[in-house]
């Protein structure tokens, strides 16, 4: 007899289970000072809360070639040296992931955060042995973007119905490459429509609707 497989829920990092903006704030205000950058404005500091560092360095900050890896190096300098660990879990999430393990869900993350950074941030939360994997970038940047750690999660984790729970436009994209619907975490940065508008499949408030939108959706 076959061996039933599980039903797979992927999970962003951050904005989805842990705000982590402080510390992400507070290492991109060292990047840019010592660029000679001016104070970031509160819509650059919440943009970058999400996509790949290199990218929202470009796309934000106009930063282009070896100014974009330097302020990358100094930002990863500041973050590791502590700041990775100034973020606190959202209320809800750890009732949500017990509940969806009670039911007999495979857990994993997809971030588009560096998997040894991600990896210490979960463990200093509190919510690593939810996870039964933790699908992150690359710090040489050849592994960045959503669309591929959410490959590295699928081909990982077989399982059915696969969803990715994200909260920026990004996750939406990252898993309609692949055929996956995603739930918005309302809880999280995104702007106000963003989740809407980049055609995610149901947008929630708060982690304890979670269970209820994964059921629509695989209905």
Avoid: N
Avoid at 61 to 70: A, I, N, S
Wanted: glycine letters at 12%.
């Amino acid at each position: 007899m076959a061996a039933l497989i599980p039903t797979l829920t992927l999970f962003d990092l951050d904005g989805t289970l842990v705000d982590s903006a402080p510390g992400i704030h507070a290492s991109i205000r060292v990047a840019a000072a010592s660029l000679g950058l001016p104070e970031p404005t509160p819509d650059q500091l919440a943009a970058m809360v999400g996509p790949p560092l290199q990218d929202g360095f470009a796309t934000h900050f106009g930063l282009e070639g070896t100014d974009v890896d330097r302020a990358v190096a100094a930002y990863r300098a500041h973050y590791a040296a502590g700041a990775v660990l100034d973020a606190s879990v959202y209320p809800g999430v750890p009732a949500l992931l017990d509940a969806l393990r009670a039911d007999g869900q495979v857990l994993a993350v997809a971030t588009s955060k560096p998997a040894t950074f991600a990896e210490r941030v979960l463990e200093h939360a509190g919510l690593r042995d939810a996870f039964a994997g933790v699908h992150g970038a690359t710090l040489d940047g050849r592994v960045r973007h959503k669309p591929q750690v959410v490959g590295l999660a699928l081909a990982a984790h077989p399982g059915e119905q696969p969803v990715l729970v994200g909260d920026r436009a990004q996750d939406v994209v990252g898993a309609r490459v692949h055929g996956l619907p995603c739930v918005g975490a309302g809880w999280g940065p995104a702007r106000p429509g963003e989740l809407q508008q980049a055609g995610a499949a149901v947008v929630v408030a708060e982690p304890a609707e979670v269970p209820g939108a994964l059921r629509r959706v695989r209905a």
